[in-house]
Nanobody, 117 residues
């Protein structure tokens, strides 16, 4: 059964760092492009960053460019989001998404990130 599980969220002070992980089970990640999205209370889900199947191409939302880094370890079947210099406006539930093409897209259950002093 295909499953994505995020972890690594938590409470952090402004300026701090967190590293999110998204582990896949039931299928190999290396065939797929992946992305991180986030959704703050009362707001629509927005894209944060994406990475190609081989990891050579990445993109970032303007709001996180220079602070967040997406990466993947296909051997560990995991994608990561390193988040540095966190701001209160980064507070949201973070989701990973797999672009499955004809088989459809898949989402994880999300992990809460709260940036507050």
């Amino acid at each position: 059964q295909l499953q994505l599980v995020e972890s690594g969220g938590g409470l952090v002070q402004p300026g701090g760092s967190l590293r999110l992980s998204c582990a896949a089970s039931g299928f190999p990640l290396n065939y797929y492009d992946l992305a991180w999205f986030r959704q703050a209370p009362g707001q629509e889900r927005e894209g944060v960053s994406c990475i190609s199947r081989g990891g050579s191409n990445t993109n970032y939302a303007d709001s996180v460019e220079g602070r967040f880094t997406i990466s993947r370890d296909n051997a560990k079947n995991t994608v990561y989001l390193q988040m540095n210099n966190l701001k209160p406006e980064d507070t949201a539930v973070y989701y990973c998404k797999l672009f499955g093409g004809l088989t459809g897209d898949y989402w994880g259950q999300g992990t809460q990130v709260t940036v507050s002093s």
